[in-house]
């Protein structure tokens, strides 16, 4: 049984974060997109986002999702998920992501490291708990 979910999760989050990589590289504006991230997230999938960042809260089901997706292309020109490291890889998920981006509003560039702990079942993302180490540097990059 660990395994199989094992190999789900991993799976799983590898396409999602193939089709995310793609949307924020398109420039991240179009609610159309979802169309490519749909199969990975449950209908009732919750994320959420520390509440101080620009694009902070809960964010529930594909409009949930989608609304988010939407406000990440607002707030960043670029975000680019460099290195992943895959720490646990059952029913829950830990993911280690180096990221590089660029804020749309004011063009300061951060580094940093992105923490999720994500939830798996049945195939799909019911959950998505992500954790940063510096909130404060994120929102003030992008404050104008």
Known sequence: MTKSITTESVTVLTGMYAAEAEYLNEGGSSDAFFERLAPFFAPDVELRQADAL???????????????????????????????????TGETA???????????ATGRELSFPLLQAITVKGGRITEVRPFYWDTQAIADACAM
């Open 54 to 88: 620009p694009y902070g809260g809960i964010w529930r089901g594909h409009k949930g999702i989608t609304q988010f997706f939407l406000r990440m292309g607002e707030v960043w020109e670029s975000f680019d998920m460099r290195e992943q490291e895959f720490l646990a």
């Open 94 to 104: 830990v993911v280690l992501t180096q990221v590089r981006a660029r804020a749309r």
